[in-house]
């Protein structure tokens, strides 16, 4: 509240020799759960040791692998529903995430042109148990990043777009062809978040809206226009992964535990 004070007073008020002037440029803070986590400062975000790690997703048992997937496989859900494709990572040592991650998604649609996707990420405990956190200062018990597009708007700009951020105009539509496989890139929008050795983390791709909480307000798309099923694929053909943020090095102190 002190720091909202601050703030409030230099930009709207004023007031420039206040606090605000010696904060440092980036402040972030690396949660384990909602409600704890360590505040770190930097000079510049993205971090620049970040390392952008691809976990491959494998449709034939539902993990995310930390090695390129060669067996074709695919799995399926209807997108009208609440029905949704999973892949996990279970880590054996800490993890920090920090940063924008990326989905590179291998898709078709049973028997439509065109089809709204979302994804998020979930943390599990060591006992495959959700951790949420807060998300979007609205509710309490969020995911740790979400993100979602529409299919048709899949272009992406080469110019602004980055390996770990895709960058669209949004000027043109591409509608799809009926069962034919396409790789899309989602944004999944900068989070962070501390795993500690036994915990999971999870993709979750689905046609409707994942995190849901009552009554709803931050967001809600009720104009989508999925129809009938869509088909994730992985195997040697397709460069289907996670590009997963991850900061080493970092000073976080006593874990506060797998509970």
């Not at 930390?66 to 609440?82: I, L, M, R």
Request: glycine share 8%; aromatic share 12%; net charge neutral.
């Amino acid at each position: 509240m002190d720091r909202q004070l601050d703030f409030f007073d230099h930009f709207l008020r004023g007031k420039t020799n206040n606090a605000v002037t010696s904060w440092p440029k980036v402040r972030f803070e690396i949660r384990e759960r909602y409600y704890y986590g360590k505040f770190i400062n930097f000079t510049s975000f993205p971090v620049p040791e970040t390392k952008y790690i691809p976990l491959y997703l494998d449709c034939n048992n539902g993990t995310l692998s930390k090695e390129k997937v060669t067996e074709s496989g695919k799995v399926g859900y209807n997108s009208e529903t609440d029905e949704r494709a999973t892949f996990t990572i279970t880590f054996d040592k800490q993890v920090v995430m920090v940063g924008y991650s990326k989905l590179r998604l291998a898709i078709s649609t049973d028997n439509h042109d065109d089809g709204d996707v979302f994804v998020t990420l979930k943390k599990l405990d060591d006992e495959g148990k959700e951790v949420t956190f807060t998300y979007f200062t609205v509710y309490e018990h969020g995911p740790i990043a979400q993100g979602c597009l529409r299919l048709s708007h899949r272009a992406t700009d080469p110019e602004k777009s980055t390996p770990y951020q895709p960058w669209r105009k949004h000027d043109k539509l591409q509608p799809l062809e009926k069962g034919k496989v396409y790789e899309v890139d989602i944004e999944l929008l900068a989070a962070t978040c501390r795993f500690l050795p036994g915990e999971s983390l999870q993709v979750v791709i689905g046609g409707t809206d994942i995190t849901k909480c009552r009554p709803s307000l931050s967001q809600k798309h009720e104009n989508k226009v999925n129809k009938g099923g869509h088909s994730v694929w992985s195997g040697k053909e397709w460069d289907a992964h996670l590009l997963f943020p991850v900061v080493e090095g970092l000073d976080l102190g006593v874990p506060w535990g797998n509970r």
